[in-house]
């Protein structure tokens, strides 16, 4: 029976049992946490021989170059071979950085922020910088624009990506909208792969400023969780064929491939793009950790092969997202207290509580010892202005934690949607 | 005898002499560098040992955390004790950065000037911002402050360090000066080391910009060349004798101790620096290479082992430094057309030819086969106001390449000055 159609008396016996499920669990003294999607230790595991590949005393790039030194400030070869097939580009579209994609787009923002685009005057010195934000989104994409002051506008998400009729007006219209946010595939945190129709949509904007750019965060790229994985088109490919393609810079990483901590970050975009971005790189750094480049192309050797790679990933944290949907289909959907995604790959389970609940939800798991991610962190300034979703995150703890963790959830779930059922009553 | 005092006909055989030794030279083919303070082969085999710290499995850090994961934002602890030693920090004083001290100045000059230093207005919102540039000096730290328009004003350089005199009215006067660089010991490229009173000096110092800021790169704080090494004040300690604790960001790293490519890079300050400055870090990015930072920590252990490892380093270039000052007095000083230093420590060899020449001896080594350091280079905007100042990197080059690029050196000098002193004839 959905809690919305119960009478008073129900609801009251409903959430009372709620609530003694829950002083149980407060009285299991907990400590796990839900709130990052950091890879469990059986996935750190998977790339520990990359450690030794090394062991042979050739340090030399393809090009005579000894990876242990200073130079290559945009990559060694073979690095930018094997990750500009990732993300998509040619070779020498391509711009390695170090471990961290965030870090990357940090930069990015920067210079645009600094120096301008392209020769368009810098943000910095504009009356006012927009940026858009599919929401719900990433937090730490909507930190940086919160950094340099960019005001964020909110733009729903829809099954087959961001509301495009939105966006397309907004950005024809506003010269001040100079980016957005966008995880195109398996989107954090709904996991939701952006449709051909959406991407070509991105690839023709007509946007009135002419340094407008898509930040295309391609962060989980081969990170499927099924057999039969979702594709996105080639954003850069459809932008050369609109006439368009300085309109995007493409980031990703192998954060979630070899180590969260150790990975290899890098960035795509049209040559124009990458030649501006390089010159301004050369200023804030001499080379990224080359060493690790090298480490990361005689680990892997092909693309190919990384994505064989992902594989053993999928493996260890496929039944993680399974037991998640499953319980969550058990015991939210008969109440008709929430939605939710199976996502088909990346790191997240977002989770839609009835409006106004989300806070309670964290609060109640924090104090029985579950971390969730804060509740308003998928939006812009922290605030969900329903205050309705959580982003889980399923693949850190170990799988018996995650059914704990997850019991605890939906107790807190159903304790917070009784709450507020009975206090409208 | 002096090239002042020869003359027209004693000079013209002289510049003939040059001449036909320069022809000979640019037949031979060379193909030389000399431009950058990179480490040599030899030196880069010296931390190989490195990379197999993790043979026993074990990626914990001291306080529980898995390395390869995400976390541990401003570094692991044991990073921590090891590198605020050789930075002359507390433990909590500290933040451990990615591979790169030179990308850790950028980010704190950017947050500087986009956000603004303990709650003063932000660099770019002033109506002029200056740093104070000791010349000659390191030409990318030249280059990040004109990447933020922010106006250089040089600061000549003594024996004892920059003109104190100099720096004490300006910053006391002008209160568009924010900042100033310094390479405190065995300076970029004279090889100078301050004096203990020009250290108490800049620790004493009453700007009239609260937020004024001495960037302390102390690059070479153990990169000795002889048995004897300079010692220089510690300048936080000497800050906080004067309550003046915030004025100074020290910053360091095992570039030239390890790997130039991936080594670990830190930075030191006040408490109340630090603290800000890490809420910052936490948007640019999740963490650095924690791996790295701990891979050191397994090869070293401890501080004094890390200045053990350094006499190697010593070992091996200090007879290239040995080399470079020899040729140069048997070769220019009679003929006193030149002076440099001899320095105990760092990456160079600064030598200043008479004026007006070093473009022009630069030029004549490039088209004999051998790159130096482009002339003016360690002045900002790359203008040597006398054009005097050549930087001459002996680290990379094998001795027997060295002794030849010496060589050729020389008689570019004498060619350059012989054309100097007959055009003024």
């Given at each position: 029976m959905y809690l919305s159609e119960m009478n008073r008396e129900e609801l009251t016996a409903f959430n009372n049992e709620a609530k003694s499920l829950y002083a149980d669990f407060k009285s299991q003294g907990l400590c796990l946490n839900m709130s990052r999607g950091n890879p469990c230790k059986e996935q750190l595991e998977l790339s520990v021989g990359m450690l030794a590949v090394f062991d042979d005393g050739n340090f030399m790039s393809e090009n005579g170059i000894d990876v242990r030194n200073y130079g290559m400030l945009d990559g060694i070869p073979e690095a930018k071979t094997l990750f500009s097939d990732m993300i998509g580009v040619d070779d020498d579209e391509v711009i390695i950085f170090g471990n961290s994609s965030l870090n990357a787009m940090f930069w990015t923002v920067q210079v645009a922020y600094n120096k301008g685009i392209l020769g368009e005057k810098p943000w910095s010195q504009c009356d006012k910088v927009k940026f858009l934000c599919p929401v719900p989104g990433y937090d730490r994409h909507f930190k940086v624009t919160e950094f340099f002051g960019i005001e964020m506008i909110n733009i729903p998400m829809t099954a087959t990506g961001p509301d495009m009729d939105m966006i397309e007006k907004l950005v024809s219209e506003d010269d001040s909208i100079k980016g957005i946010w966008c995880v195109p595939q398996y989107s954090n945190p709904d996991g939701i792969s952006y449709s051909d129709n959406t991407?070509?949509?991105?690839?023709?904007?007509?946007?009135?400023?002419?340094?407008?750019?898509?930040?295309?965060?391609?962060?989980?790229?081969?990170?499927?969780?099924v057999d039969e994985p979702e594709y996105i088109l080639n954003i850069l490919d459809e932008a050369k064929k609109a006439g368009n393609e300085n309109i995007v810079y493409i980031f990703g990483s192998t954060s979630k491939i070899?180590?969260?901590?150790a990975g290899v970050a890098v960035m795509g975009a049209s040559h124009e793009n990458v030649e501006e971005l390089k010159k301004y790189l050369g200023i804030s750094i001499i080379s990224y950790d080359k060493m690790n480049q090298l480490r990361h192309v005689k680990f892997f050797g092909t693309y190919e092969n990384m994505i064989e790679h992902m594989k053993k990933h999928k493996q260890i944290i496929a039944p993680k997202f399974r037991l998640v949907c499953d319980i969550l289909e058990n015991e939210i959907a008969p109440l008709g207290i929430g939605d939710w995604t199976d996502p088909k790959g990346g790191?997240?389970?977002?989770?839609?509580?009835?409006?106004?609940?989300?806070?309670?939800?964290?609060?109640?798991?924090?104090?029985?010892?579950?971390?969730?991610?804060?509740?308003?962190?998928?939006?812009?300034?922290?605030?969900?202005?329903?205050?309705?979703?959580?982003r889980l995150a399923p693949t850190y703890p170990p799988i018996e934690d995650l059914k704990k963790a997850m019991e605890l959830f939906v107790i807190c779930v159903k304790l917070a949607a009784s709450e507020k059922y009975l206090s409208e009553k």
């Amino acid at each position: 029976m959905y809690l919305s159609e119960m009478n008073r008396e129900e609801l009251t016996a409903f959430n009372n049992e709620a609530k003694s499920l829950y002083a149980d669990f407060k009285s299991q003294g907990l400590c796990l946490n839900m709130s990052r999607g950091n890879p469990c230790k059986e996935q750190l595991e998977l790339s520990v021989g990359m450690l030794a590949v090394f062991d042979d005393g050739n340090f030399m790039s393809e090009n005579g170059i000894d990876v242990r030194n200073y130079g290559m400030l945009d990559g060694i070869p073979e690095a930018k071979t094997l990750f500009s097939d990732m993300i998509g580009v040619d070779d020498d579209e391509v711009i390695i950085f170090g471990n961290s994609s965030l870090n990357a787009m940090f930069w990015t923002v920067q210079v645009a922020y600094n120096k301008g685009i392209l020769g368009e005057k810098p943000w910095s010195q504009c009356d006012k910088v927009k940026f858009l934000c599919p929401v719900p989104g990433y937090d730490r994409h909507f930190k940086v624009t919160e950094f340099f002051g960019i005001e964020m506008i909110n733009i729903p998400m829809t099954a087959t990506g961001p509301d495009m009729d939105m966006i397309e007006k907004l950005v024809s219209e506003d010269d001040s909208i100079k980016g957005i946010w966008c995880v195109p595939q398996y989107s954090n945190p709904d996991g939701i792969s952006y449709s051909d129709n959406t991407v070509k949509r991105f690839a023709d904007l007509k946007p009135k400023a002419k340094d407008f750019r898509i930040f295309w965060d391609n962060a989980y790229c081969i990170h499927h969780l099924v057999d039969e994985p979702e594709y996105i088109l080639n954003i850069l490919d459809e932008a050369k064929k609109a006439g368009n393609e300085n309109i995007v810079y493409i980031f990703g990483s192998t954060s979630k491939i070899t180590f969260p901590g150790a990975g290899v970050a890098v960035m795509g975009a049209s040559h124009e793009n990458v030649e501006e971005l390089k010159k301004y790189l050369g200023i804030s750094i001499i080379s990224y950790d080359k060493m690790n480049q090298l480490r990361h192309v005689k680990f892997f050797g092909t693309y190919e092969n990384m994505i064989e790679h992902m594989k053993k990933h999928k493996q260890i944290i496929a039944p993680k997202f399974r037991l998640v949907c499953d319980i969550l289909e058990n015991e939210i959907a008969p109440l008709g207290i929430g939605d939710w995604t199976d996502p088909k790959g990346g790191y997240f389970v977002s989770f839609n509580a009835p409006e106004g609940c989300a806070k309670r939800i964290v609060k109640l798991c924090a104090e029985a010892g579950v971390t969730l991610t804060g509740a308003g962190a998928t939006f812009p300034y922290g605030v969900d202005p329903q205050d309705r979703n959580i982003r889980l995150a399923p693949t850190y703890p170990p799988i018996e934690d995650l059914k704990k963790a997850m019991e605890l959830f939906v107790i807190c779930v159903k304790l917070a949607a009784s709450e507020k059922y009975l206090s409208e009553k």
